[in-house]
T-cell receptor, first 112, second 114 residues
Framework: GDSVTQMEGPVTLSEEAFLTINCTYT??????LFWYVQYPGEGLQLLLK?????DKGSNKGFEATYRKETTSFHLEKGSVQVSDSAVYFC???????????FGSGTKLNVKP | ETGVTQTPRHLVMGMTNKKSLKCEQH?????MYWYKQSAKKPLELMFV???????ENNSVPSRFSPECPNSSHLFLHLHTLQPEDSALYLC?????????????FGSGTRLTVV
């Protein structure tokens, strides 16, 4: 069935380090892919999305490219800040089947 | 300002109490959702409403009772809860179910059952 798998955390980085959080998916149909971010004490916020293969979503310095050949949507940022500390969720939506799936979340800790 | 407003932000209730969580959106979305987020566990989808009709109930205990009077409002009525029901309850909305453009979440209600 449809699912999303993302790397387990926590991921701990120093400020200005390069970030990669891996996400792979399985899906029937043609999914859209998303990254959501949850800051402490808050709900989830849409960070970026890509609706078709080879699309690159980007926002706030974060990027992810929809790779159909590797069924991946890895999240990257060139230089993280302390304020990026949060939990990041990968997700997919399969419109024709009215389904939306979240990964288990990856906690990112950025130290000054 | 997320577009989806949940009240209250925090709630402490005894196991014999009855309380309700409220969710409101004015985004023109037709689908609304309740999720449960417990510590160290994945997000759990509880209920889905599309055009005010419940389309999904993921084996949620009957002590949780949803209500969707219109496409803008969603409630979660709580009664006779257990301590393990303590969690962050998140409401979300989307244009329709399986929205290709993503969900909009509220900030959640932090529920503690004592």
């Amino acid at each position: 069935g449809d699912s999303v798998t993302q790397m387990e955390g926590p991921v701990t980085l120093s400020e200005e380090a390069f970030l990669t959080i891996n996400c792979t998916y399985t899906a029937t149909g043609y999914p859209s892919l998303f990254w959501y971010v949850q800051y402490p004490g808050e709900g989830l916020q849409l960070l970026l999305k890509a609706t078709k293969a080879d699309d690159k979503g980007s926002n706030k310095g974060f990027e992810a490219t929809y790779r159909k050949e590797t069924t991946s949507f890895h999240l990257e940022k060139g230089s993280v800040q302390v304020s990026d500390s949060a939990v990041y969720f990968c997700a997919l939506s399969v419109y024709n089947f009215n389904k939306f799936y979240f990964g288990s979340g990856t906690k990112l800790n950025v130290k000054p | 300002e997320t577009g989806v407003t949940q009240t209250p932000r925090h709630l402490v209730m005894g196991m014999t109490n009855k309380k309700s969580l409220k969710c409101e959106q004015h985004l023109g979305h037709n689908a609304m959702y309740w999720y449960k987020q417990s510590a160290k566990k994945p997000l759990e989808l509880m209920f889905v409403y599309n055009f005010k009709e419940q389309t999904e109930n993921n084996s949620v205990p009957s002590r949780f009772s949803p209500e969707c009077p219109n496409s803008s409002h969603l409630f979660l009525h709580l009664h006779t809860l257990q301590p393990e029901d303590s969690a962050l309850y998140l409401c979300a909305s989307s244009q329709d179910t399986g929205d290709l453009y993503g969900y909009t979440f509220g900030s959640g209600t932090r529920l503690t059952v004592v």
